[in-house]
């Protein structure tokens, strides 16, 4: 299923897409929000599941006659726990950026107040001068994980997968001392959405293209395939150290093609720029940036 939450920020409403695309369906009659504890229910989640098989779900008011001027997208994943961050994931990105191949993943964090919808504004922080894009699959806890014993473990743990744009401030993450979540925590700095596309339609998640473009030109063309750590082995591994509950989320790396990786001078990001970005059946993003 493909999950999501529409409705001005704060006051958004589940939603399921239709399979046909285009066709919202009201799950508020059934559920109260998309989150962790729906995640972690299963009766919730086939309870939905028949209700859009016997098409009783109400079609959801989507705008004018022809579709448009529908309700705003927000993040489908509402009250999440935290936002775990794997570093260095790509065997490519690594490359241009010249780091070392890491031979355990590389954690840090985003404060879950960073999430915005998928067509939200970003901010371009104040006295930035190297704001950055990445394209991300995120992972989302679907049951609790806690000291998992194999990749196969890992992988049941996931309740779905979204599309993830990890913003980040290069100056502030690597030149002004410290960890990396300076310049990975600034407002609007995590995208999220549109869908949470739950793990029984995502079959292979090693095997999903990413792309990102900025003002229509491609930067990123990349395969997770390419992950040095994958989803299941991400899972396992992050369980040694914390304990994962329904709702959190793991944004799981990015592939080559930012813009720290590029030549001098870098195409670091502008008020006015459009970055739009998309993951293999997981939809699309499209963010205007301007200045906070």
């Known amino acids: 299923m493909k999950l999501l939450r529409v409705g001005a920020a704060g006051a958004e409403r589940p939603a399921l897409l239709d399979p046909d695309g285009t066709t919202l369906r009201d799950l508020s009659g059934l559920v109260t929000d998309i989150d962790g504890a729906l995640l972690a229910d299963p009766s919730a989640l086939d309870r939905i599941a028949s209700a859009a098989a016997s098409g009783e779900l109400p079609v959801l008011d989507t705008g004018g006659p022809d579709g448009t001027g529908g309700p705003r997208v927000g993040p489908p994943l509402g009250r999440i726990g935290k ?20 031979t355990e993943p590389i954690i840090f964090f985003k404060a879950p107040d960073t999430v915005v919808g998928p067509e939200d504004t970003v901010l371009v922080p104040r006295g930035s001068v190297k704001t ?15 000291y998992l014993d194999s990749v196969e473990e890992g992988l049941a743990h996931v309740g779905g997968y979204a599309i993830s744009h990890d913003v980040s401030e290069r100056e502030f993450q690597i030149e002004r001392g410290g960890t990396w979540d300076k310049g990975k925590n600034c407002e609007t700095f995590n ?6 596309v739950t793990a029984d339609e995502v079959p292979d998640p090693q095997a999903l293209s990413l792309r990102l473009w900025v003002n229509g030109e491609l930067q990123q063309d990349g395969t997770t395939a390419r992950q040095i750590f994958g989803v299941g082995e991400l899972v396992r591994y992050v369980s040694q150290f914390m304990t994962l509950y329904p709702g959190d989320v793991i944004n799981t790396g990015t592939p080559a093609g930012v813009a720290l990786g590029k030549p001098e001078p870098k195409p670091f990001l502008r008020a006015g720029d459009v970055v739009e970005l998309e993951i293999g059946g997981l939809g699309r993003q499209r963010q205007v940036f301007a200045d906070a």
Request: aromatic share 8%; glycine share 10%.
């Open 132 to 146: 950055d894009w990445e394209v991300e699959l995120a992972v989302v806890i679907g049951r609790t994980a806690r």
């Open 83 to 102: 936002i775990v961050c794997i570093g260095l994931n790509y065997h490519d990105h690594a490359a241009e950026t010249g780091a070392e191949i890491p």
């Open 191 to 196: 995208p999220l959405g549109p869908w949470l």
